[in-house]
């Protein structure tokens, strides 16, 4: 498992995955001593496309180190959480939570979710220099190596690596941090899939090019700005109170859904409506009118203040003694509507930097069952295409933000969180039933939150949420450290499980999936590692050096062989009794991990393969350091028969280390 792992990483180099792409699909552009040959690529070209040997592109140090640490396979292991996983809310949920480096995890997503994940939303750090954001890995190359990797000379490998291991916040630093990262993603998303990555004035201009030269210009589909707040600092020459978020798609023209509005929110309060709940401004009273009536020119007394149409007593007078090149401004609502709006709440006067306005609450006229009670809001949806203006709007903004989050976790435990309405947008422009959506940034899990209640309000569009997060130390003294929070990852889940509990409240009728499975990605060792570069399976006196098994348990291997073999994070395993040992099976393969087989066990996996007719896996994987060389052979040599019999199977033996 893990050596294997390391001996594959030894041969990587940063365009090891595009060469194996061209040799798959151009075979012929390939010489005998293994050199690409690109004229002759050329020419497979040629009618379809203008080849240029100049182009616009990013540049920063560290780009091509950035490709390779994107190469390089993951030697973390997969730790199930067994129990918070085996609680009843969490047993059957689809909803996933990983603890660890996103580097690895996007990894170990591929494995299983390649192509699968159909929106993508990140909130990585802006590089403001005040977020705490440098850049450290733990990728242990020299000089040297590095500069055999990358052809380079080892002055600039040099360079290189002192920007990993100096804690850079560079604007190159910051690129290399991303680069990785956004080309494992784009390899998640479906066809369809679209990604969304929240910013600022900081990177912007160079998150703009990164996703050009990831994602492909022509695949960008917008910028959306977002207020951040209404007010600025009073010392402030420009308060900045904005940043954006930018969105682009995998290839294909992805499938976007209109977003639906709501044009009324308010019910009249009166014994036939029952309570009054939320409402909605419509539009100021007054008008510039194409079509002006005299009847709806009138002044207007509210809390003993006159009005009167475009905020001019003067003009009102002028139109009244008939100078018509000032009657355009009227009223919107006639006298009668006015005192019944007045009257029942439906007028609010708001103070602007122009002075006061009259607006209205939208209405109707209502008569149900013959019984004119007056007048009601009216609820009328509609669809129509997302503005890239309507981000800009109060709801989305992060004083809206921290209310949210105040609801599950409390207040201050966790800055810079995204509001839920704007995670619920997005969601609902993109995603529909049973659809992915991936944070590897989750944070305080504002992402799983906007899911759960996405899926509690549209009971029929279960989505399914994946969040990653590198369990960052909580500093003592902070609100939440004092809270009894320890960890980042401590604080997304502790809001998923509150979030639970207040949907449940809220839509008590609910049938979403609102538990997740939790999962940590840990590293071996150093000894343990050391162990295993260095173990001989054909030396019988190294049989107990099964260090991974040892420190880690069955269960972890178990996960992390599911999760390479494409089973995912939910796979439905079988567990088997063969004669006192246990082995796991599901569709095509058979796991044997533990120790101590023996030839009874042995005896009774070939009879389960000759008398059951459902039990049919054409790959036998074993744990290397749990069998000795003898057993290994046995079972191969028993389970080789299977191929002269009814069956006809050819068993691919795997044995990992």
């Known amino acids: 498992m893990i050596k294997d792992i390391l001996n594959s990483n030894e041969e990587i180099l940063p365009n090891t995955k595009q060469i194996e792409v061209l ?44 490709r390779l640490l994107a190469s390089i396979d993951t030697t973390t292991v997969i730790v199930p959480d067994e129990e918070h996983n085996n609680k009843p809310e969490n047993k059957d949920s689809q909803n996933i939570y990983i603890s660890g480096d996103n580097l690895d995890g996007l990894k170990q997503l591929l494995k299983s979710y390649a192509h699968q994940v159909k929106c993508i939303y990140i909130d990585p750090p802006y590089n403001t ?34 920007l990993t291991k100096r804690g850079s916040a560079s604007h190159s630093a910051w690129l290399m941090f ?16 679209v990604i969304f990555i929240s910013i600022d004035d ?30 600025g600092k009073s010392s402030d020459i420009i308060a900045k109170n ?55 020119d009138y002044p207007l007394e509210i809390e003993g203040e006159t009005f009167y149409p475009g905020q001019s007593e003067q003009l009102y007078k002028e139109r009244q003694n008939g100078n018509h090149d000032v009657a355009d401004w009227a009223w ?99 995603t529909r039933k049973g659809d992915i959506i991936l944070d590897f940034f989750s944070g305080s899990a504002t992402t799983a939150e906007a899911i759960m209640k996405l899926n509690c309000n549209e009971q029929d569009e279960m989505r399914k949420f994946i ?39 809220e839509f008590p009728t609910n049938t979403a999936d609102l538990g997740f499975k939790h999962y940590t990605l840990e590293e071996p060792n150093t000894t343990t590692l050391d162990k295993l570069e260095n173990f001989v399976p054909e030396d019988q006196s190294m049989f107990l050096t099964n260090d991974i098994l040892t420190d880690f348990g069955t269960n972890t291997v178990l996960t992390t062989w599911l999760v390479r073999d494409g089973y995912g994070f939910n796979a439905d395993v079988q567990k088997i009794d063969f004669e006192g040992y246990t082995g796991y ?52 040599m028993n389970l080789a028969r299977l191929k002269d019999t009814e069956k006809n199977l050819r068993i691919n033996f795997d044995v990992r280390y």
Not at 152 to 162: H, P, S
Not at 178 to 193: N, W
Not at 598 to 610: L, P, Q, R
Not at 611 to 625: A, C, K, Q, W
């Open 467 to 505: 969040m990653i997060q590198l369990p960052e130390l909580c500093k003592e003294g902070t609100s939440a450290y004092k809270a009894g929070y320890r960890t980042i990852c401590d604080i997304g889940m502790d809001r998923i499980i509150k979030s639970r509990e207040l949907y449940n409240q």
């Open 332 to 430: 919107r609502w006639s006298r009668e509507k006015f005192k019944f709006g007045c009257e029942n709440g439906f007028i609010v006067v708001k103070h602007g930097r122009n002075g006061k306005r009259i607006y209205t609450k939208t209405y109707q006229k209502a008569t149900i069952e013959g019984n004119d009670s007056g007048y009601y809001i009216d609820y009328s949806d509609r669809t129509k295409a997302l503005s890239t203006l309507e981000t800009t709007e109060n709801i989305y903004s992060n004083d809206n933000a921290t209310k949210d989050v105040a609801k599950t976790i409390g207040k201050k435990i966790f800055d810079h969180t995204k509001p839920l309405e704007l995670l619920m947008l997005i969601a609902r422009l993109c």
């Open 242 to 296: 904005h940043d954006y978020f930018l969105m682009y798609s995998k290839g294909v023209k992805p499938n976007l859904y209109a977003i639906e509005h709501n044009d009324a929110a308010f019910k009249y309060s009166d014994d036939f409506f029952g309570e009054r709940g939320f409402y909605k401004l419509n539009q100021t009273l007054d008008y510039d009118s194409l079509q002006y009536s005299s009847s709806l």
């Open 585 to 636: 099976f599901i569709d095509k393969h058979l796991y044997l991990i533990d120790a101590d087989i023996t030839k009874d066990a042995i005896a009774a996996i070939v009879d389960k393969y000759e008398m059951d007719g459902n039990f049919n896996p054409e790959n036998v994987v074993l744990f290397g350091y749990s069998f000795v060389w003898t057993m290994t052979e046995d079972l191969k």
């Open 178 to 193: 991303m680069y990785p990262r956004l080309l494992l993603a784009r390899d998640l998303l479906t066809d369809d899939g």
């Open 129 to 162: 220099g005040s977020d705490g954001f440098v850049y450290n890995d733990n990728f242990n190359f020299s000089a040297e190596e590095l500069s055999t990797k990358l052809s380079i000379d080892e002055e600039q490998a040099q360079r290189i690596l002192d």
């Open 23 to 66: 040799k798959e699909n151009f075979p012929a552009c390939f010489n005998a001593d293994g050199s690409f040959d690109i004229e002759r690529f050329k020419e497979y070209l040629s009618d379809k496309l203008m080849v240029s040997n100049e182009g616009y592109e990013l540049k920063f140090l560290g780009k091509n180190y950035a």
């Open 202 to 231: 900081n990177e912007c201009h160079n998150l703009k090019l990164l996703c050009d030269d990831v994602f492909g210009e022509e695949n960008f589909i917008a910028e959306f700005p977002r207020i951040t707040k209404r007010g």
